[in-house]
């Protein structure tokens, strides 16, 4: 199982995360939110194969703007051949949904050979934490990953510099937002972006449990939540770590300092009920500061 995103684009430029995209191997499940008016009461969903063919999938029901549907796998296409989910919306507006950028092996086979080694073992880390729910792998595939990181950090100090007094406002400015929680503002981070949070909370560009979750759905969050006024003690910053809940995960995450756990499916779809359960998407949470 894994979880993507969904893009709203409109003219090629991204506007804004329209929904989320749960793979499984028998189908997709789509959770839309802040679907135009325009779109009517249903939308189609295609899938884009290696060689740019759209594949109907089916269509899905649209109420009130929201929608959570799953569509199953053809004869035609399944995840390993889907490059792409896109949900053509109205005139130029489409919702896309990017699985994988590279061709799969079996209608390619020179991409891989070229691959540098610690590529390699870092996209074996992001199979094996899919294959176990996205937290749970072994440690020595982590040094691959975290050599990687290391070397991403050259352009951590370029970030920094950009960063004004109204730190938040900034980092809206320089990083993507997306809309989760209704009480919450929230942007997408990478792990070397640790450097915008104070500096005890640097190490965290090397936390093996962020690593783990970054390179299996490629993103965390930065949420700044307001609890009774904009006064700087009425705010509190929120490291979210995309993840599937169940019970042995959260151990996990408890482990390296992840106190709580944020339902994401629910969040997207406005439900009132914020339980969370076994399987559900979202994040788990680890209170910061910037």
């Known amino acids: 199982m894994q979880f993507f995103y969904i893009d709203y684009m409109n003219n090629g430029k991204k506007e804004r ?17 802040g679907v135009p008016l325009q779109c009517g009461n249903s939308c189609r969903v295609y899938a884009v194969n290696e060689y740019d063919e759209r594949i109907l999938m089916g269509e899905i029901a649209v109420r009130n703007g929201y929608s959570m549907e799953k569509l199953k796998w ?47 073992n870092a996209v074996s880390v992001g199979k094996a934490a899919s294959r176990d729910t996205g937290v749970a792998v072994e440690h020595d595939k982590s040094y691959a990953v975290n050599e990687r990181t290391s070397q991403d950090n050259a352009g951590c100090q370029d970030i ?34 640790a450097v915008i949070l104070t500096q005890q909370y640097h190490e965290l560009a090397t936390n093996s449990f962020v690593l783990h979750a970054y390179y299996n759905y490629r993103q965390l969050l930065l ?6 006024g904009t006064a700087k003690s009425n705010i509190k910053y929120y490291l979210g770590v995309p993840g599937v809940y169940y019970e042995r995960e959260q151990r996990i995450a408890q482990m390296f300092g992840f106190e709580g756990f944020e339902n994401g499916e629910a969040r997207m779809q406005q439900d009132a009920d914020n339980k969370v359960y076994k399987g559900c998407f979202g994040y788990y949470m680890k209170r910061v500061e910037i």
């Open 160 to 193: 920094y510099d950009e960063i004004h007094e109204d730190k938040w406002q900034q980092l809206m400015k320089i990083y993507p937002q997306v809309h989760i929680c209704p009480e919450a503002q929230s942007i997408v981070i990478r792990p070397k972006d």
């Open 223 to 228: 949420f700044r939540y307001t609890e009774g």
């Open 74 to 120: 053809n004869d035609k296409v399944d995840f390993v051949h889907c490059m792409r989910i896109e949900i053509p919306l109205y005139g130029s507006r489409k919702g896309i949904c990017v699985l994988r950028d590279d061709v799969p092996q079996t209608h390619s086979t020179e991409k891989t050979a070229d691959v540098p080694p610690e590529a390699q």
């Open 17 to 33: 995360n329209i929904g989320f995209l749960r793979v499984e191997n028998d189908g997709v499940s789509i959770g839309l939110r």
